[in-house]
């Protein structure tokens, strides 16, 4: 890491998807270096689970769902009043969706547009708006190696809404260039988790969500003249 356990305490980061898979592994990584956290998804008993994990007096666990424009302005809102600030943004809550036309009828594949692009822009845009009202803050966009291509057939839905976001990335990043406001992207390989709905068995090791959340706190931890726009980590099992 760039900077040590020190100078990381009570930054404020708040996650989305943190209920579970690497928004989950990205609080506790996040608190264990002493950062505030706030928990913004769907099931209330497993944020409230994280909260009594975390502490209550570091960790505030807002439901809601993504897709409901309110909710991201409200999570800062109450970040910035519990907590005084918010430091960091972690744009990860997604859906997945991949296979033939055949096999995938069409509302499937736009509420995963709905979830992927447009509440994830959303984010970010609030995100943004704070940032710039406060003069600093991380956006931390999770992308996917399928942002960067696509590797086999029926998986374009699913890579076209990563797609999107490394370009959104992009744009904000150079936007928001000499603000305070840094913006990034991280590109994980096959991870395992719970969107998956099964072991992943194609490679012999995936990735933890674990590694993506070190890889997230790895980022962070640049000094603030130093941007990394983009952080791509894969499985070493993972030929792509």
Same mark, same amino acid.
């Given at each position: 890491?760039?900077? +040590?356990?020190?100078?990381?305490? /009570?930054?404020?980061?708040?996650?989305?998807?943190? $209920? *579970?898979?690497?928004?989950?592994?990205?609080?506790?990584?996040?608190?264990?270096?002493?950062?505030?956290?706030? &928990?913004?998804?769907?099931r209330a008993?497993? #944020?409230?689970?994280?909260?009594?994990?975390?502490?209550?007096?570091?960790? #505030?666990?807002?439901?809601? /769902?993504? +897709?409901?424009? !309110?909710?991201?302005?409200?999570?800062?809102?109450?970040?910035? @009043?519990?907590?005084?600030?918010? /430091?960091?943004?972690? +744009?990860?809550?997604?859906?997945?969706?991949v296979g033939?036309?055949? %096999?995938?009828?069409?509302?499937?594949?736009?509420?995963?547009?709905?979830? +992927?692009?447009?509440?994830?822009?959303?984010?970010?845009?609030?995100?943004?708006?704070?940032?710039?009202?406060?003069?600093?803050?991380?956006?931390?966009?999770? $992308? $996917?190696?399928?942002?960067? %291509?696509?590797?086999?057939?029926?998986?374009?839905?699913?890579?076209?809404? %990563? !797609?999107?976001?490394?370009? &959104?990335?992009? *744009?904000?990043?150079?936007?928001?260039? /000499?603000?305070?406001?840094?913006?990034?992207?991280?590109?994980?390989?096959?991870?395992?988790?719970?969107?998956?709905?099964?072991?992943?068995? @194609?490679? @012999?090791?995936? &990735?933890?969500?674990?590694?993506?959340?070190?890889?997230?706190?790895?980022?962070? *931890?640049?000094?603030? !003249?130093?941007?990394?726009?983009? #952080?791509?980590?894969?499985?070493?099992?993972?030929?792509?």
């Amino acid at each position: 890491m760039f900077m +040590n356990a020190e100078e990381m305490t /009570d930054r404020v980061a708040l996650i989305t998807g943190a $209920s *579970s898979g690497i928004g989950a592994a990205t609080a506790r990584h996040l608190a264990g270096l002493g950062m505030r956290v706030t &928990l913004v998804a769907r099931r209330a008993a497993r #944020l409230q689970e994280m909260v009594r994990e975390l502490s209550p007096e570091r960790a #505030l666990a807002i439901e809601g /769902d993504i +897709n409901d424009p !309110h909710l991201i302005g409200q999570a800062l809102a109450s970040t910035r @009043s519990v907590f005084g600030r918010c /430091d960091v943004v972690i +744009n990860n809550a997604a859906a997945f969706a991949v296979g033939p036309v055949a %096999k995938l009828d069409a509302e499937r594949i736009c509420n995963l547009a709905r979830t +992927n692009v447009e509440a994830a822009y959303r984010v970010a845009y609030e995100a943004i708006c704070f940032f710039q009202q406060q003069g600093s803050g991380d956006l931390v966009n999770l $992308s $996917s190696i399928s942002g960067t %291509k696509v590797a086999r057939a029926g998986i374009g839905w699913y890579a076209g809404t %990563k !797609h999107a976001l490394e370009a &959104l990335t992009e *744009s904000l990043r150079m936007e928001c260039a /000499d603000t305070g406001v840094r913006v990034s992207c991280v590109e994980p390989g096959m991870t395992q988790t719970e969107i998956f709905g099964e072991p992943i068995t @194609s490679i @012999s090791r995936p &990735l933890a969500p674990e590694d993506v959340a070190a890889t997230i706190a790895f980022l962070l *931890s640049a000094p603030r !003249h130093v941007t990394i726009p983009r #952080l791509m980590v894969l499985p070493s099992s993972q030929a792509i």
